[in-house]
């Protein structure tokens, strides 16, 4: 009977659907990617918000940054002006106006080239909710430069929970916090996918956010590929500590990925710095070997222990090998963050409602006034 049932909504569908003429031209007119005639001047790849494209390019284009001609994927039939191809002097934002199919709506996008370095002190005061072209919502964290210029360097799994977890942005396992040490800080909660996370073997997600990238096409087939740790930073000075301001409070039962309760043990976190040394672009991502050879330092907490208030860390580099200084000033080395609500998070075990919360994190460099 459900089969017949089945069977019958699918023929309806298909009648309905052939009963529809032609579509009403589209309303919309957003742009949706952006790609660059050479894309290895881009430190990541470009953030598209509502009204605004972010490139985070390397600072020695120089002049080079006079003369970028980017093109837009744009929503079905929309067109865009400037056209695509069409060279600007980007050392101050440039304006494009998007057209929708009909007509009858443009959208203005301001389009930035940000060459300024990423700053070592993490305050966690700015955010937003970003809304996918699929429909669903996740909060984005994001720094700012000394000009007031937005920095998009973190990234979480929030975009994957949109769609196998929760539609609501503030249930995600990644949120602003209001309580922080100092304003603001991060949330990171361990939760429970549902049955859609279980069906696709991802069973929990643990609270996440890192300076680099997560690719939502991939996450679902290959969860750690999906996840890229890092991008390039200059520092004038070697690092030689990782300091962060936390509390955290374990969940109450620790699951393997199979859901099994693993008795008598108990959930941790997870933080690291790393400086390393990507081989032809290769990120490091989340099925990360700690001992790959590419690490030059890193900087990991070694025993943590929950605290229902704040506490301080502060993790010296542990160096491999001294980073040469040249490629240290030019912003040659990644410079990678990671803070998880539970430290095998990535192969989904851990416990339902481990609580990490962070605040006012900075790598401290040679020379620094601690």
Not at 32 to 49: F, G, Q, R
Request: aromatic letters at 12%.
């Amino acid at each position: 009977m459900k089969l017949k049932t089945i069977i019958t909504s699918i023929c309806i569908s298909l009648c309905l659907g052939s009963c529809i003429q032609d579509e009403a031209p589209n309303a919309e007119a957003d742009i949706i990617s952006c790609v660059l005639p050479d894309p290895s001047i881009l430190k990541s790849d470009p953030t598209i918000t509502n009204n605004s494209v972010i490139l985070m390019a390397y600072s020695n284009i120089k002049d080079g940054i006079k003369q970028i001609a980017p093109s837009f994927s744009l929503t079905e039939g929309a067109t865009i002006y400037p056209p695509n191809g069409t060279v600007r002097d980007f050392s101050e934002p440039q304006t494009y106006i998007v057209t929708s199919q009909d007509g009858l709506w443009q959208k203005e996008y301001k389009v930035f080239v940000d060459t300024t370095n990423v700053k070592p002190q993490f305050s966690f005061e700015h955010w937003r909710i970003k809304e996918g072209t699929n429909g669903k919502k996740w909060y984005e964290f994001y720094e700012i430069t000394d000009a007031g210029q937005e920095q998009p360097i973190w990234a979480t799994a929030n975009p994957v929970y949109a769609i196998i977890g929760s539609d609501d942005p503030f249930t995600h396992p990644t949120v602003s916090y209001d309580k922080g040490y100092i304003g603001k800080g991060v949330k990171l909660e361990t939760k429970t996918t549902g049955a859609f996370g279980v069906m696709v073997g991802m069973p929990i997600a643990a609270g996440n956010l890192f300076i680099g990238s997560f690719d939502t096409q991939i996450a679902i087939p290959k969860p750690l590929e999906a996840t890229q740790f890092g991008m390039p930073m200059a520092f004038n000075r070697k690092p030689i500590a990782f300091s962060v301001w936390y509390q955290y409070t374990p969940g109450k039962e620790f699951t393997d990925k199979d859901q099994n309760v693993i008795e008598n043990k108990t959930d941790v976190f997870d933080l690291y710095a790393i400086l390393y040394e990507s081989a032809d672009g290769k990120k490091l991502d989340g099925s990360i070997n700690f001992n790959e050879d590419c690490i030059i330092g890193i900087a990991r907490v070694n025993a943590p222990e929950p605290s229902k208030e704040y506490k301080n860390l502060y993790i010296p580099f542990v160096y491999r090998k001294d980073p040469d200084r040249e490629k240290l000033s030019k912003g040659e080395y990644y410079m990678a963050v990671v803070f998880s609500s539970s430290r095998n998070g990535a192969y989904f075990e851990g416990a339902v409602g481990s609580t990490l919360i962070i605040d006012e994190a900075k790598l401290i460099l040679e020379g620094d006034n601690e």
